[in-house]
């Protein structure tokens, strides 16, 4: 399958300050990535979609000017939560989805996630 | 509004068994229905992806069968065996393009 990949894994920051994480997807053009939080024991929670070159849709009730999503390129997202807070703490996980392949129906790839800690 | 809904919510088994995970979604009119595997503190592997034409995939020991008109999936594993253990997702798109609605996961535990 397609090999999606996120930087950093972990990251433990202190409050007020910004954390940038990276999404890309190593084999294959994203035309659509897509940010997910999960909490613990608890299903993904979809953040954001965006579409390379076009600005991130979010879900009601994400805060699109304190998690700022970037898809500049086909295959790199980027995600900055901005002024971080002990609230902020998360898994963060992102997904790709390629250009419309038959056989495998628009199939989403995911991440390895990173763990975020604020302090 | 799309629900899909996975119970139980955990499930512990000894190793060998045959097993069936169950997920459901309320609004049949669905594109694909995936199944993702999730181990402690990583993300998400893809497991089998069902097109809303399919009935059922087959990968190794793992079978997902899909009737979308009852808003049913089953995730079938034989022959369970302790690196099984992880928590399985099931997850729904209503279009080429839509996001994807998640169920809660079922936690298994395969027993040695």
């Known amino acids: 399958g397609a090999v999606v990949s996120q930087h950093p894994s972990w990251v433990i920051c202190k409050s007020g300050t910004s954390v940038k994480i990276e999404c890309r997807s190593l084999d294959f053009q994203a035309t659509t990535m897509f940010w997910y939080r999960q909490f613990p024991k608890q299903s993904l929670m979809l953040m954001a979609t965006?579409?390379?070159?076009?600005?991130?849709?979010?879900e009601q009730g994400v805060e699109k000017d304190k998690f700022l999503i970037n898809h500049a390129s086909l295959t790199l997202s980027t995600l900055t939560v901005t002024s971080a807070h002990p609230e902020d703490s998360s898994f963060y996980i992102c997904s790709a989805r390629g250009r419309m392949r038959r056989e495998k129906g628009n199939e989403q790839f995911f991440g390895p996630g990173t763990r975020l800690t604020v302090l | 509004k799309q629900e899909v809904t996975q119970i139980p919510a955990a499930l512990s088994v000894p190793e060998g068994e045959n097993l069936v995970l169950n997920c459901s979604f309320t609004d049949s009119a669905i594109y694909n229905l995936q199944w993702f595997r999730q181990d402690p503190g990583k993300g998400l592997t893809s497991l089998l992806l069902?097109?809303?034409?399919?009935r059922e995939q087959t990968s190794g020991r793992l079978n997902a069968s899909l009737d979308k008109s009852s808003g049913r999936s089953t995730l079938y594993i034989a022959a369970s065996q302790p690196g099984d253990s992880a928590t399985y997702l099931c997850a729904v798109s209503g279009g080429a393009n839509s996001k994807l609605t998640f169920g809660k996961g079922i936690t298994l535990s395969v027993r040695p």
């Open positions: 069902i097109q809303s034409s399919q």
């Open positions: 965006s579409n390379e070159g076009s600005k991130a849709t979010y």
